[in-house]
T-cell receptor, first 115, second 116 residues
Framework: DAGVIQSPRHEVTEMGQEVTLRCKPI?????LFWYRQTMMRGLELLIY????????DSGMPEDRFSAKMPNASFSTLKIQPSEPRDSAVYFC?????????????FGEGSRLTVL | AQTVTQSQPEMSVQEAETVTLSCTYD???????LFWYKQPPSRQMILVIR??????QNATENRFSVNFQKAAKSFSLKISDSQLGDAAMYFC?????????????FGTGTRLQVTL
């Protein structure tokens, strides 16, 4: 089975531009998570969805960030307008809703650089 | 809120030797998972080992084992016969078992160097 698929792997953009990161979770997984990783703050949860419904978005830094999950197989994280401090690696992860093994499966991450 | 603490920012071990990475956590819950994830330079997050809190037996996966002390809220990772490929960042993580699927809370990580 394919793992969690993220795109793009690398994105370089200029301050003020809109950035859209995409994620396809593992088929059959109905929980999806967006994490951000920086040297200063480590791994932070931005938002997570259960059955396509946002459950906790308290980690979303500010209104410039938005996330959607229109269906079970696709999610986007959008930053508009982007700022240099948004430079980070953004991970998408998925898991089963019920307990199971409890593990989160991670994508390879999208490295964002905002100039 | 649950917190996870890794007090060792960096560790070093010689090849073939054993190293232990420390992790403590804070929670008021009784049912939860604990994990160790490895992040090599490729940045992929790879599950190393998991422990269910209701299990008293410490989890083991080949050269990797944990020392789970529930009362002390401690969850250390032991790597035996260290290999060059073990060099990576290691993250301890907590996940609640209460209710529906919940988030994974990570520690700050320990960078492991493996020397010849």
């Amino acid at each position: 089975d394919a793992g969690v698929i993220q795109s793009p792997r690398h994105e370089v953009t200029e301050m003020g531009q809109e950035v859209t990161l995409r994620c396809k979770p593992i088929s059959g997984h109905n929980s999806l998570f967006w994490y951000r990783q920086t040297m200063m703050r480590g791994l932070e949860l931005l938002i997570y969805f259960n059955n396509n419904v946002p459950i906790d978005d308290s980690g979303m830094p500010e209104d410039r960030f938005s996330a959607k999950m229109p269906n079970a197989s696709f999610s986007t994280l959008k930053i508009q307008p982007s700022e240099p401090r948004d430079s980070a690696v953004y991970f998408c992860a998925s898991s089963r809703l019920t307990a199971g093994t409890g593990e989160l499966f991670f994508g390879e991450g999208s490295r964002l650089t905002v100039l | 809120a649950q917190t996870v603490t890794q007090s060792q920012p960096e560790m070093s071990v010689q090849e073939a030797e054993t190293v232990t990475l420390s992790c403590t956590y804070d929670t008021s819950e009784s049912d939860y998972y604990l994990f160790w994830y490895k992040q090599p330079p490729s940045r992929q997050m790879i599950l190393v080992i998991r422990q269910e809190a209701y299990k008293q037996q410490n989890a083991t996966e080949n050269r990797f084992s944990v020392n789970f002390q529930k009362a002390a809220k401690s969850f250390s990772l032991k790597i035996s016969d260290s290999q060059l490929g073990d060099a990576a960042m290691y993250f301890c993580a907590y996940r609640s078992l209460t209710g529906t699927a919940s988030k994974l809370t990570f520690g700050t990580g320990t960078r492991l160097q493996v020397t010849l």
